[in-house]
């Protein structure tokens, strides 16, 4: 499946919002702060059009839920 836009994957932007929120606090590695920092940045830029692919969701999700 291409990226689509947060708004497009989530009913409400909170949602995304409160699991990036989630995974920033379960973060372990640096590798996953670099990540959860990276899709923030974007996000703080494109907001609810922010793109996110099926494999960064999938990482956002497993780091949440450590």
């Known amino acids: 499946m291409p990226s689509l836009t947060v708004i497009e994957r989530f009913d409400h932007v ?3 919002s409160a699991l990036l929120g989630a995974a920033e606090l379960s973060a ?7 990540f959860i920092a990276d899709l923030r940045t974007n996000f703080q830029r494109y907001g609810a059009h922010t793109y996110i692919s099926d ?5 956002l999700e497993r780091i949440a839920n450590q």
Do not use: M
């Open 28 to 34: 372990s590695t640096e590798w996953d702060e670099s």
């Open 55 to 59: 494999a960064q969701l999938e990482q």
């Open 14 to 16: 909170e949602e995304f």
